[in-house]
Each structure stands twice: as C-alpha cells, then as structure tokens.
C-alpha cells in the first residue's frame, strides 16, 4: 500500500504563487496531480512519468510546473500566476503500472491518492 500525504495548500492572491508537495512512501512510477471543486469532476492538471517526462492541463500550461524528487520521495506541484478559477481541492495521485503519457491526466490511471490539499484563489 502506497501512502501520499500532501502539503503547502492555503490562500493566494491571484496573481501569487503557491508550492505543494506530495510525500510518497514508495517510488512510483507514474505520478500525477489533480483537483476538484464540489460539483465537478475531477481534473487532471499534470502528471509525471518514470522518465521524468511531464505532461500539463491545456488550463494550467505555462504557468503550473511539476518535479520529482525520488531520493526524498516527493512531488512538487509549482503553481505561478494564480487565477481565481484554480481554486479547487489538490489530488496527489500514484501508480506503478505502465501507461502512455497521453493517459497520464486521466485519474482511471491511478490506484493511490492522497488526502488533498484545499488551495483558494482570491481576486
């Protein structure tokens, strides 16, 4: 069983930045990070491949980064140039099974998650 404990969610100004992070108790293969605002779906905003190789939400390229640090077993979701539409519950998410990067956004991916973080956005 893999545990992931996210961190670092708050209030931001638009405009401002944030940085979560993902503690992981195991390395995974495949990482990804999603959010959700009540009502909706849930969204993928990036992910992570065992490469390295990262893939973005079309809403969030640009101005959102994700990096991978194994030796500390951490994911770290960058957040620049914040709108007030980002404002939503943060998702760590993990799987170890092979997957295109196409699929990496799609949370039928991923059998582990974490708690979430709330992050709010204000105009």
């Known amino acids: 069983q893999v545990q992931l404990v996210e961190s670092g969610g708050g209030s931001v100004e638009a405009g401002g930045g944030l940085r979560l992070s993902c503690a992981y108790s195991?390395?995974?293969?495949?990482m990804g990070w999603f959010r959700q605002t009540p009502g909706k779906k849930r969204e993928g905003v990036a992910g992570?491949?065992?490469?390295?190789?990262?893939t973005y939400a079309d809403s969030v390229k640009g101005r959102f980064t994700i990096s991978k640090d194994n030796a500390k077993r951490t994911l770290y979701p960058q957040m620049n140039t914040m709108k007030p539409e980002d404002t939503a519950m943060y998702y760590c998410?993990?799987?170890?099974?092979?997957?295109?990067?196409?699929?990496?956004?799609?949370?039928?991916?991923?059998?582990?998650w974490g708690q979430g973080t709330q992050v709010t956005v204000s105009s």
């Open positions: 998410a993990a799987d170890g099974r092979g997957k295109p990067m196409a699929r990496l956004l799609s949370e039928d991916e991923y059998r582990y």
């Open positions: 992570v491949n065992v490469g390295g190789s990262t």
């Open positions: 195991s390395n995974m293969y495949y």
